[in-house]
C-alpha cells in the first residue's frame, strides 16, 4: 500500500494550489479517502473526506467554500483543489485511506506535502 | 465536541506503563473514538480503533479502554519506539471529524 501526495508548494495569499495522491497496492474504489492538514509544530487538523463512489463529501468549516475534494478513480488518484488560500492554510497536507469497512478511521498514510502560503 | 488530552507531555523511562486520557465534551459513540500514534517527521499511523480494538499489526502492549466521555489509551510497558505523539479522533456531526491537541511521550 502507498500513498503519494504531490503539488505541494509556495503560493502568494489569495493564491490556488492543487494537491494530488497517487495511490497504488490496493484496490482504490474500495475506500473513502481524506486529507488531513497539520501546521508547523502543531497538531493534526481533518480537511475533507470523499466516499469510494464520490457520492458523499464533506469538509471542516474551515475551508469550506474555499477547498474542493474529488477523486479519479481511474487513475487511482485523490485531489484537492485550494483556492483563496490564506496564511493560515500552511501547512503539511497528508492523504489518507480510510478503512474499507469502516470509513471513519483512517488505516494508511501518505508522507505529506508541505503548502506554505505566504506573500 | 471538542477532545481534551493529558497530560500535555508524559515523561517515562523505558519499561514503564504509560496512560492517556481523551476526554470529549459530549458523551461519544465508542465506536467513533480512535487513538493515533505520530513520530517526529513521519505520518500519522492508525493504533486504536472504536475505543478498544487494535489497529493491524499494532502489538498488544497497546490498549484502549473508556466509554462516554472518557477515554484511555495505555501503552503496558514502553518501547523506545513508542516515545510519540498521541492523538485521539473522533467522528460526529459537526465537524465530522476532531482530533485532540494530542499527548507527547518523551523520554525521562
Known amino acids: 500500500v502507498q500513498l503519494v501526495e504531490s503539488g505541494g508548494g509556495q503560493v502568494k495569499p489569495g493564491g490556488s494550489l492543487r494537491l494530488s495522491c497517487t495511490a497504488s497496492?490496493?484496490?482504490?474504489?474500495?475506500?473513502?479517502m481524506n486529507w488531513v492538514r497539520q501546521a508547523p509544530g502543531k497538531g493534526l487538523e481533518w480537511v475533507s473526506s470523499?466516499?469510494?463512489?464520490?457520492?458523499?463529501?464533506y469538509y471542516a468549516d474551515s475551508v469550506k467554500g474555499r477547498f474542493t475534494i474529488s477523486r479519479d478513480n481511474a487513475k487511482k488518484s485523490l485531489y484537492l483543489q485550494m483556492d483563496s488560500l490564506r496564511a493560515e492554510d500552511t501547512a503539511v497536507y497528508y492523504c489518507?485511506?480510510?478503512?474499507?469497512?469502516?470509513?471513519?478511521?483512517?488505516?494508511?498514510w501518505g508522507q505529506g506535502t508541505l503548502v506554505t502560503v505566504s506573500s | 465536541i471538542v477532545l481534551t488530552q493529558s497530560p500535555g507531555t508524559l515523561s517515562l523511562s523505558p519499561g514503564e506503563r504509560a496512560t492517556l486520557s481523551c476526554r470529549a465534551s459530549?458523551?461519544?459513540?465508542?465506536?467513533?473514538l480512535g487513538w493515533y500514534q505520530q513520530k517526529p517527521g513521519q505520518a500519522p499511523r492508525l493504533l486504536i480503533y472504536?475505543?478498544?480494538t487494535r489497529a493491524t499489526g499494532i502489538p498488544d502492549r497497546f490498549s484502549g479502554s473508556g466509554s462516554g466521555t472518557d477515554f484511555t489509551l495505555t501503552i503496558s510497558s514502553l518501547e523506545p519506539e513508542d516515545f510519540a505523539v498521541y492523538y485521539c479522533?473522533?467522528?460526529?456531526?459537526?465537524?465530522?471529524?476532531?482530533f485532540g491537541p494530542g499527548t507527547k511521550v518523551d523520554i525521562k
Open positions: 497496492g490496493f484496490s482504490f474504489t474500495s475506500h473513502s
Open positions: 479522533k473522533q467522528y460526529g456531526r459537526s465537524p465530522i471529524f476532531t
Open positions: 489518507a485511506r480510510s478503512i474499507d469497512t469502516i470509513w471513519y478511521y483512517f488505516d494508511q
Open positions: 459530549q458523551s461519544l459513540d465508542g465506536s467513533k
Open positions: 470523499i466516499s469510494f463512489g464520490s457520492t458523499y463529501i
Open positions: 472504536a475505543a478498544s
